[in-house]
């Protein structure tokens, strides 16, 4: 196999195995705030025991998120020399800004939030949440500007020919604020809100059908369906938003998303499909003039497909990308009519009537986990053949001195590595999960409690 295929492949199980984590981070990140306020403004310890126990799962993908992170960062090295030094100057104020504006938040809260219960006053305990959280989602907006300079660049100018040509700053704030950058940056937290909601989801749902903490868990569980509900219509938003910038400014990219082959013609909206490349035909079913329709609304407005690029600058997978684009967008009316119903069945005061639609929840988790990890392999691969839009190929980014057999013995490696960690996380969390919020013991003695402490106080 091909030094550049093998370097491609190493690369992309790396960061789709390192994702699994930050979006979990920031999801229950935002959850833990939540639970915290509630304590603070009501009183009641349940939010404060919700908040105690998924911050223990927060530190855990927290710790691991960081581990698989630092990893990517020598393949930048080792595998992407040429990329590593064009793109330096972008990605090198890009991170520093990270490390100034996100790690050092973070990591001057983290202390706080992990060990200071019972130690700080509850608001300065709620401030360090914030600040946790806060740093996550900065974390967050720095990696995706750097991301989307190389999707959509701007604010540069190129220093240097061939091998030695490297991108500079000229404008910081144009570089930050790329034409993609922001609807690609919100689009990206929502689907992080969306993994901790329907992690929490899940868990308390097994609670529930297993009638374990039954009562914390149907106020974790709403609290929960709040938000899913919420950010999964945000996202169905963001992402229009989202193909509608890569209709401006990636257009072989969106005729790839979307299997158009044709250069100038109306364009159909398929809901799935399959993508004969050879034939330039798809198999599906479709909504004529769709995609048309999405972008101009009129469905005889003409978009510029593949055959309107020369064929070396044009993805060459198509069918893989227009399968996990597909995937991401069927996942996502999935999560939005799930929300909806469940949302419905509360109204009605029905929400835990069916043990069926529970154990939807409990394998939910699984969801937007999938949906994040296919929509940025859509994203990655339609922007081959570049790494750099319009100015890097990737053909000429990874490290000439890296030869193929040294990336595989490096890539079996990392799978081993990867694989026991990834076992380590699912015993771990399994674990706290089994334990739960608190001692089930107590769960019966909470009432009495509460009873005898009101009183106490009226006496």
Known sequence: METEILARIQFAFTIAFHYIYPPLSI????????????????????????????TKIFALTFGIGVVTGIVMEFEFGTNWATYSRFVG???????????????????????????????VKPWVHLVSTIGVFLGSMF???????????????????????GFNARAEITDFWAMVFNPSSVERLTHVWLGAF???AFLVLSVHAYYILKGRYVDI???????????????????????????EG??????AKLAALEGHFEASAPADMYLFGWVDKENQKV?????????????????????TGLNAFPEDERPSQVNAIFQFYHIMIAIGMVLIGLSMLATFLWYKGKLFNYRWLLWIFVFSAL??????????FAAEMGRQPWVVYGLLRTSDAFSQAVSANQIVFSLILFLLVYALLFVLFIYLLNKKIQHGPYHESQENDRPMTEELTKVITQN
């Open 194 to 196: 969306l993994s901790g």
């Open 283 to 303: 198999t599906g079913v479709k909504i004529p003039g769709g995609l048309s329709f999405l972008l101009d609304y009129d469905f005889d407005t003409p978009v």
């Open 89 to 119: 100057d972008v990605f090198g104020s890009a991170l520093a800004a990270e490390g100034i504006f996100a790690f050092a938040l973070e990591s001057g809260f983290l202390g706080i939030l992990l060990f200071g219960w019972n130690r």
């Open 139 to 161: 974390s967050a907006v720095w990696i995706v500007v750097a991301n989307s300079w190389q999707q959509t660049p701007a604010g540069y100018h190129i220093v240097g020919e």
């Open 367 to 376: 969801l937007p986990q999938i949906a994040n990890q296919v929509g940025w």
């Open 217 to 243: 868990s149907k106020k974790a569980f709403k609290i929960a369906l709040v938000v899913a509900t919420v950010f999964s219509l945000g996202q169905l938003l963001t992402g229009h938003k989202s193909a």
């Open 246 to 251: 890569v209709a401006k400014n990636q257009p």
């Open 27 to 54: 999801g229950l990140g935002l959850l833990m705030v939540v639970f915290e306020s509630l304590y603070i403004k009501t009183k009641n310890t349940e939010y404060h025991t919700l908040a105690k126990f998924w």
